[in-house]
């Protein structure tokens, strides 16, 4: 039998991998991380893109880390802080007015727009509470598998499933539904009338979503991103000081404290299999490390096309693993900035609430969706939208750690542009700066002063996500959340318990239930299943 050098090899440190890690290590195990970059986080870091300015250079604002991993990894204590923003959204329209989303007068602000919508918000926002009190829950459990080998335990979760969805009434079943099933333009219109308000709600449901607002399904996308809190405030969005590597250094730091060997630079080049088992990996620099398991951080694609040998696959697997849809809209950027924006909707350079908000280029429902199409058919350019949607967000604005003084820090996190594009016109290479001074361009339409204040910048493609963090296709999510991808589905029916396509093998990724976002679950769940075939306590509950 050969050595181990360790009980469980995590491969991929982001935060997802982290987490896993910290977990297993609780319970007495010999954990070792093996991250790729040089810096762990995954697509949750820190780093410096312009001198003097830093940034959360892919993942940029916190909502959805989960409560429970910030106690159990003991984050605060770590130096995490996460502070709020004033209010969610600031729209500023193209005939020169702006509209407001949240804080003190969110409920006055909407009613400037209209009175039937600012009576109705209160209703929409608890129709989501309803929902989401109950998925909430499901997030943190291991979802039903479904395969040949269903066994008692798969009973129990499907038990546990839905004895928390009898939670809910029938209305609140009939409005599950809806969330899962319909657009999130179909249900904002059946809501609401006022096109700013629908377009600050319906942002969600594009984010990272190569798709209409009118798209089936795009629902639940915009539900995905409500499960969040930040300080115990349900639904709310903030910001970690120190950019989001803050988050992944906590976890690290707990990683360490608890014996986790945390291993950068160390890139794994295959997936090592014995007899149909995966027992270790062989590393680029030619190393081999064995383990009792192996966990993957990574999208699964990555994992199942690059990593595991091919013909340890079965055919099925391999097919449906090949047809797993992945694919973002979305086109990043950092920008370092002599001066705040002067919006035309509400003038000034001073520092104003709506500076420390989510800033959002993009009026309207219809604007999205001709945003997506418009990308989408490549009718006009090789594959991105003229009108491009554009989230504009001042990190220095709530942590003035990330510029120098006087000066700000912007990340634009920008839809659509199509995830692939035709090798014919040069590739995603050759477009980068022409599509980055579009969307510098997008903002300085309603901020005139923008592209003159700007002192540097990183762009970075859906082909540049894909290469430095391993974001498939742009894919922040590690794979669309579609309903066919989702729940005991993700990635894979058979795969949803977090257990591999072999045994020794485990996913801990945001491909993994209950999908993208830096909420820590992935990792956790992942934990509690490989803790139970290990026959290892504590487990996470």
Not at 15 to 37: F, I, K, Q, S, T
Not at 125 to 132: G, P, Q, T
Not at 418 to 430: E, F, I, R, S, V
């Given at each position: 039998m050969p050595r181990r050098d360790a009980d469980v090899l995590v491969v991929g440190g982001g935060?997802?991998?982290?987490?896993?890690?910290?977990?297993?290590?609780?319970?007495?195990?010999?954990?070792?991380?093996?991250?790729?970059?040089r810096i762990v986080g995954g697509a949750a870091v820190t780093e410096a893109f312009h001198p003097g300015f830093r940034n959360s250079v892919a993942s940029y604002t916190v909502s959805l880390?989960?409560?429970?991993?910030?106690?159990?990894?003991?984050l605060v204590q770590h130096g995490l802080r996460v502070v709020e923003r004033p209010f969610s959204n600031f729209l500023p329209l193209p005939d020169g007015r702006a509209f407001r989303l949240g804080g003190a007068e969110g409920t006055a602000e909407v009613a400037r727009w209209s009175a039937r919508d600012a009576a109705r918000l209160p209703?929409?926002?608890?129709?989501?509470?309803?929902?989401?009190?109950?998925?909430?829950?499901?997030?943190?459990?291991?979802?039903?598998?479904?395969?040949?080998?269903?066994?008692?335990?798969d009973w129990v979760n499907s038990w546990a499933v839905a004895r928390q969805l009898k939670q809910l009434d029938m209305r609140g079943r009939r409005d599950l539904l809806d969330l899962f099933t319909k657009s999130a333009g179909e249900l904002l219109d059946d809501w609401f009338e006022s096109a700013p308000l629908k377009a600050a709600l319906g942002w969600d449901s594009v984010v990272g979503n190569f798709a209409s607002p009118y798209t089936p399904g795009s629902a639940y996308v915009l539900l995905h991103h409500v499960?969040?809190?930040?300080?115990?405030?349900?639904?709310?969005?903030?910001?970690?000081?120190?950019?989001?590597?803050?988050?992944?250094?906590?976890?690290?730091?707990?990683?360490?404290?608890?014996?986790?060997?945390?291993?950068?630079?160390?890139?794994?080049?295959?997936?090592?299999?014995?007899?149909?088992?995966?027992?270790?990996?062989?590393?680029?620099?030619?190393?081999?490390?064995?383990a009792g398991a192996v966990v993957s951080n990574l999208n699964p694609k990555l994992l199942y096309q690059q990593l595991v040998p091919r013909d340890a696959l079965d055919a099925d697997t391999a097919a449906r693993i090949d047809r797993y849809r992945c694919g973002s809209g979305t086109f990043r950027m950092n920008v370092a900035l002599s001066?705040?924006?002067?919006?035309?909707?509400?003038?000034?350079?001073?520092?104003?609430?709506?500076?420390?908000?989510?800033?959002?280029?993009?009026?309207?429902?219809?604007?999205?969706?001709?945003?997506?199409?418009?990308?989408?058919?490549?009718?006009?350019?090789?594959?991105?939208?003229?009108?491009?949607?554009?989230?504009?967000?001042?990190?220095?604005?709530?942590?003035?750690?990330?510029?120098?003084?006087?000066?700000?820090?912007?990340?634009?996190f920008c839809q659509?542009?199509?995830?692939?594009?035709?090798?014919?016109?040069?590739?995603?290479?050759?477009?980068?700066?022409?599509?980055?001074?579009?969307?510098?361009d997008t903002v300085d339409a309603v901020a005139p002063n923008f592209a003159r204040s700007v002192l540097g910048f990183e762009a970075l493609t859906p082909l540049d996500l894909e290469r430095r963090f391993g974001l498939v296709g742009g894919d922040i999510f590690h794979g669309s959340l579609g309903a066919d991808q989702l729940?005991?589905?993700?990635?894979?029916?058979?795969?949803?318990?977090?257990?591999?396509?072999?045994?020794?093998?485990?996913?801990?990724?945001?491909?993994?239930?209950?999908?993208?976002?830096?909420?820590g679950l992935p990792g956790r769940n992942a934990a509690r299943e490989v803790l139970i075939d290990l026959g290892r306590r504590p487990r996470p509950r």
């Open positions: 935060h997802n991998g982290l987490v896993c890690a910290a977990y297993l290590a609780a319970a007495g195990l010999d954990v070792r991380v093996l991250e790729r970059r880390l989960n409560p429970q991993v910030i106690a159990d990894l003991r209703a929409y926002y608890a129709m989501l509470e309803r929902v989401v009190a109950v998925l909430r829950a499901l997030m943190t459990r291991t979802p039903p598998n479904v395969s040949d080998g269903f066994v008692l335990a499960f969040g809190e930040v300080n115990g405030k349900s639904g709310v969005w903030g910001h970690a000081i120190g950019g989001m590597g803050a988050i992944s250094e906590a976890i690290a730091a707990e990683c360490r404290a608890r014996g986790v060997v945390i291993e950068t630079d160390a890139a794994v080049a295959q997936v090592q299999v014995e007899r149909g088992h995966a027992v270790g990996v062989v590393l680029e620099d030619g190393r081999t490390l064995h001066e705040l924006p002067d919006f035309t909707a509400a003038p000034g350079t001073a520092l104003q609430p709506h500076h420390q908000s989510g800033i959002l280029i993009g009026p309207s429902l219809d604007y999205f969706e001709r945003a997506y199409f418009d990308a989408k058919s490549r009718e006009h350019n090789p594959g991105w939208a003229r009108a491009p949607i554009v989230e504009l967000v001042i990190s220095s604005t709530l942590d003035d750690s990330l510029a120098p003084p006087g000066r700000h820090v912007a990340s634009l659509h542009v199509n995830p692939l594009m035709p090798d014919a016109t040069g590739g995603w290479d050759a477009h980068r700066d022409t599509v980055a001074r579009l969307m510098i729940f005991g589905a993700r990635p894979l029916l058979g795969q949803g318990d977090y257990r591999g396509a072999l045994p020794g093998l485990y996913l801990c990724g945001s491909g993994t239930h209950p999908g993208g976002g830096v909420t």
